[in-house]
């Protein structure tokens, strides 16, 4: 049996970071996997969550199974931190799941039982995993226009085109904020328009949100959200708790399916009918430690603003970043990067380019381009604005 199995392709990531951890350069750069990194290049333990682990050290009594959707206490203290009351507690079911991976995953399963033939909408470009998982699933599936290479901006025009083709039932996946890979949002008036175009089809938005807090705020990273959730009668939200918590190894997420009140009953079911045949029961250490920080007062206070450093450290380096690449290559080719919000841009450079970077210069990022931001530090910010444009001048 196991004879017939064949290859899969590699994770062009995880065999990017292979490739840089087998790099013997002591000068090289890793801007290609997607954890955040101080400027001593350490992925630290936040404060708060640091705090929270050792209260549950001392008062946890026991390491039996949670329930099938987790804690209810961790379910609504995420609700409360993505929602903040936009809708009513009885349309909202969910789950906890492993990550926000497991959440696309769970949203994704529950689409196909509940409607097989619907169609899957996915912004050209998107995380790889959105189309690997759709396509193992084997949900039809179809791309809108979302970003122009040019401008380095959203594609607003041929986006609304696309999505105006969406039929009644069909699920459009869109990124609550921080776009990965582009790091492109639409602004306001835009996601107005996105949700005023899912009202007229009929379609149901599933929104990626695994960023929230480090784009904006807490707050402004959410609005796009509650605005589709306080608007549409349909919203599935896939939430990761791995970075704005940094408790990436957790495996810490929650799926939010937000429907009529009078069918919540059986929505909260069918979600934990889908993690009893997958996992049986969520992971509960991160959540634990997620509810402690959002239920107590000073820790939930120093996680905000241990997280407004994060993310304020992501804006000065977006601005470092495009003034050196300016400088380095006399335009403002680049300039849209200090425009951009969370952990990753898109230069807009060519694979080929992308190659010369890593081979002559120890730089890696993802052959399309897209560079963590937060792989960068003040020292080495000029390092790859150099190496861009000696590349770009071949």
């Known amino acids: 049996m196991l004879t017939a199995l064949k290859p899969q392709p590699a994770d062009k990531i995880l065999q990017l970071i292979q490739m840089f951890r087998e790099d013997a350069r002591a000068d090289k750069i890793d801007l290609g996997v997607g954890v955040y990194k101080d ?25 039996t199974y949670t329930g099938l959707a987790d804690e209810p206490a961790y379910n609504a203290a995420m609700a409360k931190l993505i929602l903040a009351g936009a809708v009513p507690a009885d349309r909202v079911a969910s789950v906890a799941t492993p990550g926000g991976t497991g959440a696309v995953r769970q949203a994704l399963e529950l689409i196909r039982m509940a409607s097989p033939e619907a169609t899957v909408w996915i912004s050209n470009p998107t995380w790889p995993n959105h189309l690997s998982i759709v396509k193992y699933l084997g949900i039809p599936m179809r791309e809108y226009r979302y970003f122009d290479a040019e401008t380095g901006a959203v594609d607003a025009e041929g986006m609304m085109e696309d999505l105006a083709q969406v039929k009644a039932g069909d699920v459009v996946l869109l990124h609550g904020c921080c776009h990965n890979p ?28 695994a960023y ?12 796009a959200t509650r605005l589709l959730a306080t608007r549409l009668p349909e919203v599935l ?17 929650i799926l939010i399916a937000i429907g009529e009140a009078a069918g919540r009953g059986t929505v909260q079911a069918n979600l934990n009918f889908l993690n009893r045949q997958n996992y049986s029961f969520p992971p509960d250490h991160g959540a634990r430690l997620v509810t402690m920080i959002l239920e107590d007062e000073t820790l939930s ?28 290559t006399g335009s403002n080719r680049f300039g849209f990067v200090a425009e951009h919000r969370g952990m990753f841009s898109r230069l807009g450079i060519t694979p080929a380019e992308v190659e010369r970077l890593r081979t002559e210069h120890g730089v890696y990022m993802v052959g399309d381009s897209r560079l963590n931001i937060a792989g960068l530090n003040r020292t080495t910010v000029p390092v790859l604005a150099r190496a861009v444009a000696k590349v770009l001048r071949g």
């Not at 290049?41 to 009594?61: C, H, I, N, Q, Y």
Request: proline share 5%; with cysteine.
């Open 237 to 253: 939200i896939a939430a990761s708790c791995s970075k704005n918590f940094g408790i990436y190894r957790e495996r810490t997420g």
């Open 212 to 223: 929230q807090g480090f784009g904006d705020g807490l707050e402004m990273d959410a609005a």
């Open 39 to 63: 400027p001593t290049g350490l992925t630290p333990v936040m404060r708060a969550v640091k705090a929270a682990e050792k209260r549950l050290w001392e008062v946890e009594t026991t390491k």
């Open 301 to 328: 206070a120093d996680w905000k603003a241990e997280l407004e450093e994060v993310r304020l450290n992501m804006l000065t380096l977006r601005r470092q970043l495009a003034d050196a690449l300016q400088a380095e």
């Open 182 to 209: 582009t790091g492109a949002n639409p602004n306001p008036v835009q996601w107005l328009a996105i949700c005023e175009s899912l009202a007229r089809t009929g379609a149901v938005p599933l929104i990626d949100l």
